[in-house]
């Protein structure tokens, strides 16, 4: 009987780690989403690229990019940035920025 008790004892502690985990996880996937951006688009002869701005912690600029010649997509990623600042994308000659946004880093 004894050491069923122990199991039981042991199983039990076991979820509650795991629960705390779980509860300490929790914030930081809700502290990504607080992440708030905007962007404006840029020309720089011959590419075209974004200027993104992010409030709510350090981030880096991401824009998914399409060919004009082949419709083909790709992503490019920019500078970190500080809350506040801004990334710089630029997408390759040939291309435009279809989609513009911001990731934690």
Same mark, same amino acid.
């Given at each position: ?18 629960? %705390? ?8 996937? =809700? $502290?990504?989403?607080?992440? /708030?951006?905007?962007?404006?688009? @840029? ?27 082949? %419709? ?8 970190? =940035? $500080?809350?506040?600042?801004? /990334?710089?994308?630029?997408?390759? @000659? ?12």
């Amino acid at each position: 009987m004894r050491s069923l008790q122990r199991s039981a004892g042991t199983l039990a502690a076991l979820m509650l780690a795991a629960g %705390g985990l779980m509860a300490a996880a929790s914030p930081a996937s =809700a $502290s990504a989403s607080a992440l /708030s951006c905007g962007y404006q688009l @840029v020309s720089g002869n011959p590419h075209k690229g974004a200027a993104i701005t992010c409030t709510g912690g350090s981030f880096t600029g991401v824009i998914d990019c399409q060919r004009t010649d082949t %419709g083909a997509v790709y992503r490019h990623f920019g500078n970190r =940035a $500080s809350s506040g600042g801004t /990334s710089t994308v630029w997408c390759d @000659v040939n291309a435009k920025v279809i989609w513009a946004g911001g990731t934690p880093s």
